[in-house]
């Protein structure tokens, strides 16, 4: 990844507690913890979501973030997620969600670099699984490197979020995590964004997984350039590689009304130095609510040895 990316500091979170806590209830959760030191130590799979959670300050009346930010978090949280990358998170959304994840740490930044609170392309990741190397963000445009840019027709500053982690269950392996939001207006800066993503991911000397809304379907022209094949780079879809046959239902942005029509937009992409084991939609609801107005995507992986 190219050291010239920007560095801000991140934040952190504290002691992971398992989704065994609604049965068990704490004293129960620390035993097991105790003897089995830590979820899914025994294993080798990568749990990774990828979440646009919708963003908090939206006046989405009955769907507001405070209508709904205990379903969306126990929709994680009933995942577990190793890797998770959400979209448009606000600084209280991500807090919100260290709290009721625990055990992972966060690494995010606002898009444009003199807010302190505006949108993230948020990353949280399990703390007993990997140990941080290395953090960045770059914007999607023309000049990746310079805070708040943007180019092309795109309506607003586009970012990638990455970090880099040792997986202390497999120490040789480095993994770099990435999670994105490309442009939901401009159609040129879609097609460029997945152009330079690309060509990001073809300087990595690692196995990857990217995460993101990208705001355009299975097929289009930036899903092309970003997925299709070409020299050098081999993408995985992770959803694609579960599910060979393209389906009428499996669209992503559910406007909060639980539609399934349209677009699969919300993507997990990895290199193949991982494989894919599992994918899913998440439809989970309660009483006809949603947690935000995307279906989260999901995906377990795990590390190939080809």
Known sequence: MDRANVRLPGRSGATTVSRWARVLGAGGVLAIWALCGGAGEGDDELRVMSFNVRLGVADDGDNSWQHRKELLAKTARDFDPDLLGTQETYDFQAAYLLEHLPGRAYVGW?????????????????????EKRDEGQFWLSDTPDVPGSKS?????????????LRDKRRPERR????????????????????????????????????????NCAEASPPYVALVGEGAGLTVVDSYRAAHPVREDDEGTGNRFTGRRSGGRIDWILHSPGLETVSAAIDRSEEK???PSDHFPVTAV????DH
């Open 110 to 130: 606002p898009r444009q670099p003199d807010s302190s609170d505006g949108e993230e392309c948020g990353i949280l990741y399990r703390t007993s699984r990997f």
């Open 152 to 164: 092309w027709d795109s309506s607003l500053p586009r970012i990638v979020t990455w970090v880099e």
């Open 175 to 214: 993994l770099v995590f990435l999670n994105t939001h490309f442009d939901h207006r401009g159609q040129e800066a879609r097609l460029e964004s997945a152009r330079l993503l690309r060509k990001r991911l073809e300087g990595l000397n690692a196995a990857w997984i990217v995460t993101g809304d990208f």
């Open 301 to 304: 992986l795990r590390w190939s």
């Open 288 to 290: 006809g609510r949603f």
